[in-house]
């Protein structure tokens, strides 16, 4: 895929050839010799670099972190340890120069972590955490968050399960942990709030083009508007989560506002896209030589006369590309979106809209259309007590996909197959000897997708180490889809009438409230630092989903209508609901920032266990030591 990413950032841009004559000049003699010595303010630092500024002169500390340079009295120089703040001093005339340099918080070690319930940071992490950032999601023209996170995440494996616009992802954090087809689905959590990923999608209607994972709920988060995706992988940093984070937990943070004048944004890109590499598939000939030898290794003298390819039924010169003639057409991609943001050091917000539109490489007019609309709003009080954080996305997505994946037929059909079309350019059948692939062109699918996520956070800070904080999250999916197959699919020799043109409706629904109410404490106690939290989770999910297959339309103007058939059955109707209660908790304890010691645990209580078993524990230990930081490294 080429993409061209443009944005209404305005420039003119001059460029000229310029002709340099370099002269020979004699060295000006270095006027001191500099020595000093590097430390972090206890240890010595090896490694540092030394450089005169605006030149390339310079030296590495060695292993008692002493440096030597030659350099002018009116110099400067410019020191710097990965990890640390850099240093700029003026030598102004003087020959031993020492530096205590400062840990850079913006380093490695100091980006912080979502890990759930509280936040930490890299280097302190005990349990085994991935994380993306805005940075690298927005380089990439995807719709779904899930394809943002493909090869970047070690342990993380996400397969797409169709190449449509608008297809499902399969993921498995470290591996399999079922057998069954949905049983290694992680627990997905945006801005806090649990986002269920059952399938909505009727298998009758959109099996054969969405297979699998069908219509995937995630491709109503706008990558876009995303700051960042955690992956939890391991025992210790999914037992928080109890029986929910059994598969690994994804948590995604969306953009918020920050302190800052009033800021506008329009960010735009267009991309184009084909099958990257066909097979290699045998021309006319080669295919009839093979197909005329398999006969003959069966010892048939004759040709059936079902096989239309050799027996002189189709033209044995005929030759056709199908691959390029089903799959080969150009996808185009188009996004737009806009944002404004800023706020004062108490409020700050954030709104954004993004459009989104991509074609299929299959003949017709086809595509998956999606817009969202995100915002957010802080708000925090001069003493730091009280603050408050909402926010929103609602999106809507509709999908009018080809109803059949013409993939399969693409790699199969013969080379020598009839032309699509006759000379009066209807459907050719050829004398009912083909099934023409293009008469999946009068199927009709449709989907309608919308989704709402709404998010509040209020916290109250009674003392300088007490916070107590409620959340409160809703989650509404709206999902319709119908399938139209009127019969002109079927070979008009067939003498088949409107009675044969059928409808597929499927109506689904989605619906979930959660509650949080949280009390953390931190406090520095016997030499190090204890963070603690505990909380209650409250959470209610409803399904409902009804589906019918009418068919015997009277008219094929009326095949939408499902009315007016004159017959109608149900599928898939029905209703489930899940409740869930838990309390967890969470000691992390840390000595000298060497030492790290972190305690999570969770008590379960799911509609889903086995009666008199609806309750269930879990927990996980993790440690971690900084050896870096031991003398003895130094």
């Known amino acids: ?113 979502n890990a759930g319930y509280y936040i930490t940071t890299d280097r302190e992490k005990t349990g085994s955490i991935s994380r993306i950032t805005a940075k690298e999601i927005e380089k990439q023209p995807v719709s779904n968050p899930l394809a943002a996170m493909q090869g970047r995440m070690a342990g993380v ?42 399938k909505l999608g009727s298998t009758s209607t959109s099996a054969t083009i969405l297979p699998l994972n069908g219509i995937s709920l995630l491709n109503s988060l706008n990558p876009a508007d995303i700051e960042s995706i955690e992956v939890l992988k391991d025992a210790d940093a999914t037992a928080i989560y109890g029986s929910r984070g059994a598969n690994g937990v994804v948590l995604i943070t969306t953009k918020k506002g920050k302190e800052s004048t009033t800021n506008y944004s329009i960010n735009t890109y267009s991309g184009v896209g084909s099958i990257a590499r066909k ?17 003959i290794n069966d010892g048939l003298t004759t040709y059936p006369t079902n096989a239309y390819d050799i027996n002189g039924t189709w033209d044995k010169n005929r030759y056709t590309d199908w691959q390029k003639k089903l799959i080969g057409g150009t996808a185009y991609t188009n996004n737009v979106q806009m944002s404004v943001s800023g706020g004062s050091e108490s409020t700050s917000f954030l709104i954004s809209g993004t459009h989104y539109k991509e074609t299929t490489v299959f003949p ?50 013969a080379p020598n197959a009839p032309a699509l079309y006759n000379s009066e350019g209807s459907l050719n059948w050829e004398s009912s000897t083909w099934q023409n692939p293009l008469r999946h062109l009068e199927e009709k699918y449709l989907a309608k997708n919308n989704n709402l996520i709404a998010n509040s956070m209020l916290i109250y800070r009674p003392f300088e180490s007490w916070e107590l904080k409620a959340g409160i999250g809703y989650v509404d999916s709206n999902l319709k889809e119908s399938k139209t197959s009127p019969n002109t699919i079927y070979d008009p020799s067939y003498g088949f009438g409107t009675e044969m043109s059928s409808l597929f409706l499927n109506d689904a629904k989605l619906q979930s409230w959660n509650f949080e109410p949280q009390l953390s404490f931190h406090q520095n106690i016997l030499g190090g630092k204890i963070n603690s939290l505990i909380g ?63 305690l999570t645990g969770r008590r379960d209580g799911s509609s889903r266990f086995g009666h008199g078993k609806r309750f269930a524990n879990f927990g996980a230990v993790g440690f971690a030591w900084l050896f870096s930081k031991e003398n003895f490294i130094h």
Not at 279 to 295: C, S
Request: hydrophobic share 35%; net charge neutral.
């Open 1 to 113: 895929m080429i993409n061209n990413h443009n944005s209404v950032r305005w420039r003119r841009i001059f460029s000229c050839n310029l002709l340099f004559i370099m002269f020979t000049l004699p060295l000006t003699a270095q006027d001191l010799l500099v020595t000093g010595k590097v430390t972090d303010g206890k240890l010595t630092i090896s490694g540092a670099n030394v450089i005169i500024k605006n030149t390339t002169n310079g030296v590495v500390t060695d292993f008692d972190g002493r440096y030597r340079i030659d350099a002018r009295a009116t110099d400067t120089l410019l020191i710097s340890y990965l990890g640390y703040t850099t240093l700029t001093i003026p030598i102004q005339n003087r020959t031993t120069i020492n530096v205590s340099l400062q840990e850079d918080v913006t380093a490695l070690g100091e980006v912080q972590i």
């Open 279 to 295: 097979l290699k598939l045998m021309n006319t000939e080669q295919y009839l030589t093979m197909r005329e030898q398999a006969h």
């Open 364 to 413: 017709g007019n086809f595509a998956f259309k999606k817009s969202s609309a995100n915002f957010n709003i802080n708000h925090i009080s001069e003493d730091n007590k009280f603050e408050v954080d909402l926010s929103g996305n609602y999106s809507t997505d509709i999908n009018n996909l080809l109803a059949t994946d013409l993939t399969s037929q693409a790699i199969q059909l």
């Open 157 to 198: 494996h996400i397969t797409q399960t169709t190449g449509v616009p608008g297809g499902g992802f399969d993921i498995q954090i470290r591996g399999k942990n079922s057998l069954r087809a949905d049983g290694n689905r992680p627990l997905y959590i945006v801005n806090g709030i649990p986002f269920g990923t059952e």
């Open 536 to 598: 209650v989770t409250f959470q209610s999910r409803q399904i409902s989903q009804s589906g019918f297959y009418a068919w015997g339309f009277s008219n094929n103007n009326l095949i939408n209508s499902i009315a007016a058939a004159s017959n109608i059955i149900a599928i898939g109707n029905g209703n489930s609901e899940y409740k869930y209660n838990a309390v967890f908790g969470r000691i992390n304890y840390s000595y000298n920032d060497r030492y790290f010691l972190n």
